[in-house]
């Protein structure tokens, strides 16, 4: 199983950006997906969680009240709403069929990630 996520790019401090995450081949009705990123640097980093019937769950606290995710089963693609972006938030991000810090270590799947470049 592995996803792609797409949408990235630069935008100034203050902007926001729609992530999407998207499979083929399969069906993402029935799978909790998680939003990862990684920093230059740094490791990758949870940053929240869609369950199945779209409900989140956030592990990056500097997210909240700024992040969203959500799914569109009729497209089969979940997403990523970023607003109120910061130059911190500057990192490659990356959706996969699994959450939590534990199974993040384990899973191997990984995309190649989108790149959300926050500067002005």
């Known amino acids: 199983v592995q996803l792609q996520a797409s949408g990235g790019g630069l935008v100034q401090p203050g902007g926001s950006l729609r992530l999407s995450c998207a499979a083929s081949?399969?069906?993402?009705?029935?799978?909790?997906i998680g939003w990862f990123r990684q920093a230059p640097g740094k490791e990758r980093e949870g940053v929240l969680c869609?369950?199945?019937?779209?409900?989140?769950?956030y592990y990056a606290d500097s997210v909240k009240g700024r992040f969203t995710g959500s799914r569109d089963n009729a497209k089969n693609t979940v997403y990523l709403q970023m607003n109120s972006l910061k130059p911190e938030d500057t990192a490659v991000y990356y959706c996969?069929?699994?959450?939590?810090?534990?199974?993040?270590?384990?899973?191997?799947?990984w995309g190649q990630g989108t790149q959300v470049t926050v500067s002005s």
């Open positions: 996969a069929p699994v959450c939590g810090a534990q199974a993040m270590g384990a899973f191997s799947g």
């Open positions: 869609i369950s199945s019937s779209g409900g989140s769950t």
């Open positions: 081949g399969f069906t993402l009705d029935y799978i909790t």
